[in-house]
Nanobody, 120 residues
Framework: QVQLVESGGGLVQAGGSLRLSCAASGRISRINAMGWYRQAPGKQRELVAR???????NYADSMKGRFTISGDFAKNTVCLQMNSLKPEDTAVYYC??????????????WGQGTQVTVSS
């Protein structure tokens, strides 16, 4: 099994910054990609940013220039630096990992989510 533990959420005023962190543990042979999704109340879950082991990074358009994802796959961690936060960034943020386990199975793991609230 693969476990993801997120930290760093909280309450911040508009224009402020937060840094989310995620650590993966368990039967991990290799991490192919790690990323972040978010889900606001009444809305579908959406991609925030994703980083692959091959060095590819992609962001949702509304996060470009404000959010920065950084992955250290040797340490099984990924961080999301969020700057210039807006009230519409309020959501539960989920860490995800695309992992190859010791049985060479591909595992799509999700964290429990961390709340980010941006006040106006």
């Amino acid at each position: 099994q693969v476990q993801l533990v997120e930290s760093g959420g909280g309450l911040v005023q508009a224009g402020g910054s937060l840094r989310l962190s995620c650590a993966a543990s368990g039967r991990i042979s290799r991490i192919n990609a790690m990323g972040w999704y978010r889900q606001a109340p009444g809305k579908q879950r959406e991609l925030v940013a994703r980083s692959t082991g091959m060095g590819s990074i992609n962001y949702a358009d509304s996060m470009k220039g404000r959010f920065t994802i950084s992955g250290d796959f040797a340490k099984n961690t990924v961080c999301l630096q969020m700057n210039s936060l807006k009230p519409e960034d309020t959501a539960v943020y989920y860490c995800t990992a695309d992992v190859k386990d010791y049985g060479f199975n591909t595992v799509d793991a999700w964290g429990q989510g961390t709340q980010v609230t941006v006040s106006s």
